[in-house]
């Protein structure tokens, strides 16, 4: 899943908004609809998305800095939050739960949504 | 203002013994291959799930009870804004299906009265295990009114039509409530528009 090489956002963005939907990169659960969610470039780490058998990097994180915004969880089609964790509460897939795919605020309202971590699905 | 994306917003609730597959009933079963550490660790809080009923966008907001949870401790503020209600038992597990009474009893004390209810005898892929015929499940069902079916997380029988029927059964209540507001709708309507094309 962690993929190191440098990835262009540009062909994602269209208005500043995704271009295309998001799915899940692993069960292809339809997460965001197109032109919902708003491109930030933010650097903001999040915990590894590891199975449970490699348990022993359980708490590594991995330094991300280019986001979907997306204004209140209702916007998603399909998305998993999870409990709270130091501020912060964090955002999986509602099918398959892998995660975290990104984050959000307390009061569920601010999204934050790792292109890198989701499959964007752009048609040409 | 940002455009909503749904018709109607419905929270739902999944309650019932511990181990009778609540949280299995909301995940794609899958050999556990993506069962992340740091997810699993945390917990999840709720789901927004999207399903169309009738032409309507539905967002669905399930909350997943926690399995320690018993029935003593689960109130009034656990029940606040919930619409249905998911009562899962285990049908290889009697002692679930004997508390399906007092969970019942339980959202009759504290949920609101029109809250939507649902049993589920889950599990039903187990049948050389089986414990609670079907038969049972719709008695208790038909005593208390409520709308039942047997489900497998597992296998994923009747998962979707559970969410869909229990969703479509409180959209039938909501839109029988707006078709009775809808006079004074109209008026709320026209004194918006009005302060809009003042503004504009
Ligand atoms: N065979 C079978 N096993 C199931 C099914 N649903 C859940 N299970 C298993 O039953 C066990 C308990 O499932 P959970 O979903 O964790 O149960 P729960 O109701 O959330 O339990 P608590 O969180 O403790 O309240 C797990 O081992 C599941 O794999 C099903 O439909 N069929
Ligand atoms: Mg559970
Ligand atoms: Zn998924």
Redesign the interface.
Known sequence: MENTEEFDVKPLISDGQNKGSVRCA??N??IL?PG?GEYRSEETAL??????K??EC?EEEEPLSDFWFV?N?????????????EGK??L?????????IGWCTLANDDCYVAIKRVKNIVSS | MAKKSYDFLFKLLIIGDSGVGKTSILFRFSDDAFNTTFISTIGIDFKIKTIELRGKKIKLQIWDTAGQERFHTITTSYYRGAMGILLVYDISDMKSFENVMKWTRNINEHANEDVERMILGNKCDKESERMVTKEMGEQIAREHGIRFMETSAKTNINIEKAFTDLASAILDKTVGREAMDTSTRIDINRKTEERLNRCC
Do not use: H, Q, W
Request: proline residues 5%; positive net charge; hydrophobic residues 30%.
């Open positions: 692993l069960c659960s339809l609809n919902m915990p590894n998305m590891r199975k449970r490699d348990a359980e204004r969880v209702y916007t998603f089609e399909n998305v998993g939050i999870s409990k709270a964790k509460k964090y999986t897939c509602a099918d398959c739960e892998i995660g975290p």
